[in-house]
């Protein structure tokens, strides 16, 4: 459960346990949310968390989704490269809050996300 106190960001990696890339993958994402304590950094094997995912079309490895409180700003297909990552996350940490709210609406695409895949409100409603 994500609970209302919980950090400004979360940064979500959504692959599953026979993916040989999401398994080398793992290790170095967990290990990059020391470096973002204002981020909440969560592992999630779409075969376990069906339930919860299945809506979320994830077609490839690894798929990241990074939000800011309530705010989507990137889902998707992500190269499996913790620098990449890093430097994704880093810019949106530079980001004020409206620039992240104007971001989030700057596309067709992203205001989809905000309803169609935002997390928070998924992970919150399944712990209600």
Do not use: K
């Not at 809050?97 to 309803?115: G, V």
């Amino acid at each position: 459960m994500i609970a209302t106190d919980a950090p400004e960001f979360l940064v979500a990696c959504l692959c599953a346990a026979w993916c040989g890339t999401c398994r080398d993958y793992r290790d170095g994402f967990l290990a990059l949310a020391a470096r973002f304590p204002g981020a909440r950094f969560v592992w999630l094997d779409v075969e376990d968390e069906a339930e919860l995912l299945d809506d979320y079309d994830v077609e490839n490895f690894p798929t990241l989704l990074i939000q800011r409180h309530d705010t989507v700003l990137f889902f998707g297909t992500m190269l499996p490269h913790h620098d990449l990552l890093q430097r994704t996350v880093e810019n949106f940490h530079a980001q004020s809050p409206d620039e992240s709210r104007r971001y989030a609406a700057s596309s067709p695409e992203r205001r989809r996300w905000q309803t169609e895949r935002n997390l928070r409100r998924a992970l919150a409603g399944r712990d209600t």
